[in-house]
Nanobody, 120 residues
Framework: QAQLVESGGGLVQPGGSLRLSCAASGSIFSINAMVWYRRAPGKQRELVADITKGGSTNYAESVEGRFTISRDNAKNTVYLQMNSLEFEDTAVYYC??????????????WGQGTQVTVSS
């Protein structure tokens, strides 16, 4: 089994920045795509950004230009740099990763979530 542990959430004022981290550990052969999702109060979960093993990225339109996803394959870690934060970015942010636990077997794993609150 593998585990994902997120960190870096917190309370920030509008216009501020936060950096989220998500570290994978456990039985890992390799990691394919790594993804950040979020769920705001009263809303459905939405994809924020994703990054392939090779580093190709994709962003939700609402965060394009403000958020940057990156990964360190040597550390099995994905990051989300969030700048120019807005009230609407308040949500629980979840990390997801497609992890090969052996050469032929891959599963999706989820982190526990980290709260990001944008408030003045």
């Amino acid at each position: 089994q593998a585990q994902l542990v997120e960190s870096g959430g917190g309370l920030v004022q509008p216009g501020g920045s936060l950096r989220l981290s998500c570290a994978a550990s456990g039985s890992i052969f390799s990691i394919n795509a790594m993804v950040w999702y979020r769920r705001a109060p009263g809303k459905q979960r939405e994809l924020v950004a994703d990054i392939t093993k090779g580093g190709s990225t994709n962003y939700a339109e609402s965060v394009e230009g403000r958020f940057t996803i990156s990964r360190d394959n040597a550390k099995n870690t994905v990051y989300l740099q969030m700048n120019s934060l807005e009230f609407e970015d308040t949500a629980v942010y979840y990390c997801n990763a497609n992890i090969k636990t052996s050469p032929l077997v891959a599963y999706d794993f989820w982190g526990q979530g980290t709260q990001v609150t944008v408030s003045s």
